[in-house]
């Protein structure tokens, strides 16, 4: 897309330069395009760490540097990806294309319909690029196009969390389009959809202001929860599957359960056993506290803890996992006692009344070592520091 040979040029001499750098030096380049050259720089770093394989493309055109934040990683594709397969698969919120991209490899034909003229400019670009032909590209207004669609086997949305004066909307009625309004549309025109949302959402609420909610996917990247995946099915079925996932460079540790488990079946226990365990962020967001009890015969410290103990050491648990070395209350003469000697620790905060920073300068300890310290507060309301290793 990019037709001036020198811009080009500037573009792939200086791509992994400070972009900040470059535009304090612009007034040395008069013959460069320096916003676009800027524009294409900063997409590309910023792609070498969110899609490293379209970093690896040559010739993709990047957007905005909003549209670059907003979009999905590669890692995020591919889970959605991996979740759906059909004959047809239409895209009512294309954006920068990436979701498309990945989830169109599983589908005979793709449409990809976005409102924004220069984003679907660099979607066929992209595509093109990417030997993705079978993707149909649409400008248009999806809330207006929907009702007259043909039918697809999957309909994907990412509604925009933002309103009319840039602020941020988690809430699916205030985001754009209003997929609450649209559901009944959507789903008249498909056989499954999935909504993309974001990881802030109350799962629970929205579970109840949609009809057709099947399945949800919690997903997080590296312990980070980055996003909420509604499915929805008209057709019969039962109850609500939840699914936690956390990508990681070695592989997708899932954990799945029905949704809505008793709070009343969770294990509860004031007494720090041989091991401890701390759910990963997707399973936290789940709330699955229930299952995961069950699932690894594990008891919970407190409600409103989210840390687990168990005698017996637990292999493949979603989370981390701790060998207990010490336990002391929060009385002076213990942590003076447990604490002797560490002059740095891994310090976490888990239902307790004190901050990260204000126990480091409380105990004088630096960050790091081998060593992690849990500040929690036990079933019977007795707050405790907990000293272990990872395992």
């Keep these: 897309m990019i037709t001036d040979k020198k811009t080009a040029d500037f573009i792939k001499k200086n791509h992994d330069k400070d972009v900040r750098m470059l535009a304090l030096q612009a007034g040395r380049y008069p013959e460069i395009d320096m916003c676009t050259a800027l524009e294409q720089i900063e997409g590309l770093q910023t792609a070498k760490e969110k899609l490293p394989q379209w970093a690896d493309t040559e010739g993709i055109h990047y957007p905005a540097r909003i ?61 093109a690029l990417l030997g993705l032909q079978h993707i149909e590209v649409i400008n248009g207004n999806s809330e207006e196009l929907t009702a007259s669609l043909p039918h697809s086997s999957w309909i994907f949305a990412d509604p925009a969390r933002r309103n009319s004066t840039g602020g941020k909307v988690v809430a699916l009625d205030e985001c754009e389009p209003d997929i609450v309004r649209l559901e009944e549309t959507i789903m008249g025109r498909c056989e499954r959809a999935m909504i993309k949302c974001s990881p802030m959402l109350d799962i629970t609420a929205a579970c109840r202001t949609l009809n057709n909610v099947a399945e949800v996917h919690v997903v997080a990247v590296n312990n980070e929860c980055k996003e909420l995946l509604l499915i929805l099915d008209k057709r019969e079925r039962g109850e609500i599957a939840l699914h936690c996932a956390d990508i990681r460079k070695d592989g997708t540790l899932l954990f799945s359960c029905p949704m809505g488990s008793g709070d009343d079946a969770i294990k509860y226990t ?20 229930a299952a995961l009890t069950k699932s690894y015969n594990i008891e919970k410290l407190h409600p ?6 168990s005698d017996c050491e637990v292999t ?57 310290i849990f500040a929690t507060t036990l079933d019977n309301g007795f707050k405790v520091l907990i000293k272990c290793r990872k395992m």
Excluded: W
């Design 67 to 127: 549209s670059m934040e907003q979009c999905s990683s590669e890692a995020t594709a591919q889970y959605k990806a991996s979740l759906t397969k059909g004959d047809r698969l239409t895209d009512l919120t294309g954006g920068f294309g990436i979701d498309c991209s990945y989830m169109s490899k599983n589908f005979a034909h793709a449409v990809y319909i976005e409102r924004n003229h220069s984003l679907c400019e660099i979607a066929k670009h992209n595509f």
């Design 270 to 289: 004031a007494e720090i056993k041989n091991y401890l365990y701390e759910p990963n962020a997707a399973i936290q967001k789940a709330g699955c506290h």
């Design 304 to 309: 409103n803890s989210h840390l687990y103990t």
């Design 316 to 372: 493949g648990f979603p989370g981390r996992s701790f060998i207990v070395e010490d336990v002391c209350s929060f009385a002076k003469n213990d942590t003076k006692r447990m604490l002797k000697g560490i002059d740095k620790a891994n310090v976490t905060v888990r239902n307790f009344p004190a901050t990260v920073a204000e126990l480091r300068k409380r105990f004088k300890i630096a960050e790091g070592g081998d060593i992690y």
